[in-house]
């Protein structure tokens, strides 16, 4: 072996062995943010969850917090990039849901799970503001924004996404592909979800999208652009009539050239040197025409629409009384997989059966969805004998036959021999309400002793009567004492208010102190839990500040909070350290990692000190 050879075999070997198993090393991580907070009552906002370094397989059986304070007006929608920066490998999945808010306060965005491998993983949770009007927003330099406006100006006539339907008249549950593609003439590094469109009236599926973004070129107006698919999406029309599908939004990294002014030919985009920037790209809405199904379904019909087939099979032929049967329903086709309904099976009387196991496989790959779906019942039956399983009935709309086509399976036959176990009197015939007696043409001896009534006693002249009699008025009158007692305290909420407000503080200061203590044991990520630590604080003192002034969270602000103290002869250094503790709160939102853990005690000293002294010189 040449000396060229043997050099080129070691560093062959020292890439494989060393550098590639370094790319994939990193852990993977799962991350929740949202596009803008505080966010107004009645807007919409972005939910995400990004999975980071979960490697080609990605993740799956994401479980959300609970978000009843919100509505969930679409989603999810998801994103993938890759990434290959000095043979370090990076990947990224991203789960977008957007929310509206259902009323104004401070709410707590609790942490969302995610599977990848056999492991789980949990993202971090995050407290949300939401106030009434217009949210407070960042404003930039003048000159800036004329900058910022004049190349987004430009760009936008060389970059835009466009959403495109395959048919424009569809029935109600019959599929129809949405695509978005993203045509450009600059080079475009990376992209971003920032708004979902809204799918009122949609059940949606995305399909499977490749790593990498193929490229092709379109001519438009005259204009080549380079075109990429960025998501493909199945609708199944859940309603009839015009529906509308809301624009999309992304953002997206751009590289711009500078304008040189002293050559008069030189065009926007053709210096060599170029900086990379953010540009927001946002789709127009597209409409479809959605016509109702036809009359005359037959019974056993539940809006099934595609093309189906079903098979039902029993596990065994053969079964002794009080053990197990299973029977499968499985229905596969091309179709809405995700929302058929089971079928209605009709057991003999005397099998118990259990709410079905339902399980899916569902094909995104190609452009109709199709998959199967398995409905398994658990039946015990509990007396012997010859059993007949009617046929199963299953109903769709066949797209291509535009009909109702019926399947039904074949008779299903089972011998029942008698188990070890003795049989029930009183059997269910799996829904609660339809019990039936079996065998009543013997009945059973009654073993149990019967009640007698004495002659002559009567029951109005008993203790037992009197109490009775006397119970309802005890509970009247102590229901009349509450509601006097609820109303005095309700007609002085804010001297209930101003009462309770020191208890509402020290209990979201003891909140602050065992994430404090978390933080210094180091027991979870450090950013997070100064995040929740700053956050935690600011809410006790807002919350203080509002109950004991008796002003609504959504008037208060550091000036009106300073002012009011003032008013009460609240000494001047009481105010200056306030107002020094809520603007390092609001500024620990944007660099948390900055903090070391000595601020971050004397943080919390200080909130304690300045309720203490309030709450001192108010009384006093």
Not at 392 to 402: N, Q, W
Not at 524 to 551: C, H, M, P, T
């Amino acid at each position: 072996m040449s000396m060229v050879r043997l050099i080129s075999f070691v560093l062959f070997f020292f890439s494989a062995v060393v550098l590639v198993p370094r790319a994939y090393a990193q852990d993977p991580t799962f991350e929740a943010s949202v596009d803008k907070n505080p966010v107004a009552v009645g807007d919409q906002f972005t939910l995400s969850f990004v999975l980071r370094n979960a490697g080609m397989g990605g993740g799956k059986n994401i479980k959300l917090p609970n978000l009843d304070r919100f509505h969930i007006m679409a989603g999810p929608s998801t994103s993938t990039s890759m990434q290959i920066i000095n043979g370090a490998v990076s990947t990224s999945a991203t789960y977008s849901y957007v929310l509206q808010p259902k009323d104004a306060g401070t709410f707590t965005i609790g942490a969302a799970s995610i599977e990848v491998g056999n492991k789980t993983y949990s993202s971090n949770s995050f407290t949300i503001e939401v106030v009434k009007g217009t949210p407070r927003q960042q404003t930039q330099p003048k000159a800036q924004q004329g900058a910022s406006g004049d190349i987004d100006s430009q760009l936008s006539q060389n970059i835009f996404l466009k959403a495109s339907l395959d048919r424009t008249r569809v029935l109600q549950g019959e599929q129809v592909n949405l695509v978005y593609k993203l045509y450009t003439r600059v080079p475009v590094q990376n992209y971003n979800l920032t708004k979902a469109p809204t799918m009122t009236g949609f059940w949606s599926e995305d399909a499977d999208m490749p790593k990498q973004i193929q490229l092709t070129t379109e001519t438009v107006n005259g204009i080549q652009y380079q075109v990429g698919v960025i998501k493909r999406t199945a609708l199944f029309p859940t309603q009839s009539g015009t529906l509308e599908i809301g624009p999309m939004e992304i953002t997206t990294i751009v590289t711009v050239r500078d304008r040189r002014s002293w050559d008069p030919f030189d065009s926007f985009f053709n210096d060599p040197f170029g900086r990379q920037i953010e540009h927001v790209v946002k789709g127009e809405p597209v409409r479809i025409k959605v016509d109702p199904l036809p009359p005359g379904a037959p019974a056993s019909f539940k809006g099934a629409v595609g093309k189906f087939t079903m098979n039902a099979k029993l596990d065994k032929q053969e079964a002794a009384t009080n053990e197990p049967l299973s029977l499968k329903v499985t229905i596969n086709g091309t179709g809405n997989i995700k929302v058929l309904e089971s079928p209605t099976v009709d057991f003999p009387a005397d099998f118990e059966q259990y709410t079905p196991k339902v399980s899916d496989n569902v094909n995104r790959r190609e452009t109709k969805i199709s998959g199967s779906k398995t409905f398994e019942y658990i039946l015990v039956p509990r007396y012997p004998g010859r059993k007949i399983i009617k046929p199963v009935e299953f109903s769709y709309f066949d797209v291509g036959k535009r009909e109702y086509v019926t399947l039904k399976s074949s008779e299903i036959e089972l011998n029942v021999e008698k188990g070890t176990a003795s049989p029930a009197p009183f059997v269910s015939t799996g829904r609660r309400e339809d019990v039936q007696l079996l065998s009543e043409d013997i009945r059973f001896i009654k073993v149990s002793r019967p009640s007698f009534t004495k002659q002559g006693e009567y029951l109005h002249t008993s203790g037992t009567f009197i109490a009775l009699m006397l119970l309802p008025l005890a509970g009247l009158a102590g229901v009349f004492a509450y509601t006097r007692q609820r109303q005095a305290v309700m007609s002085d909420m804010a001297g209930y208010r101003n009462k309770q407000a020191i208890k509402v503080a020290r209990k979201g200061l003891k909140n602050a102190e065992v994430i404090l203590k978390e933080i210094s044991a180091g027991k979870a990520s450090s950013s997070e839990k100064k995040l929740q630590f700053y956050s935690e604080v600011a809410r006790s003192i807002w919350k203080y500040l509002g109950d004991k002034l008796n002003i609504q969270q959504a008037d208060l602000s550091i000036d009106g909070a300073v002012t009011e103290l003032e008013k009460r002869s609240v000494n001047g250094e009481i105010s200056t350290s306030l107002r020094s503790l809520l603007e390092s709160c609001e500024m620990a939102r944007f660099a948390p990692t900055s903090l070391s853990d000595e601020m971050i005690r004397r943080t919390y000293d200080s909130a304690s000190k300045i309720i203490v002294d309030i709450e001192r010189t108010l009384r006093s």
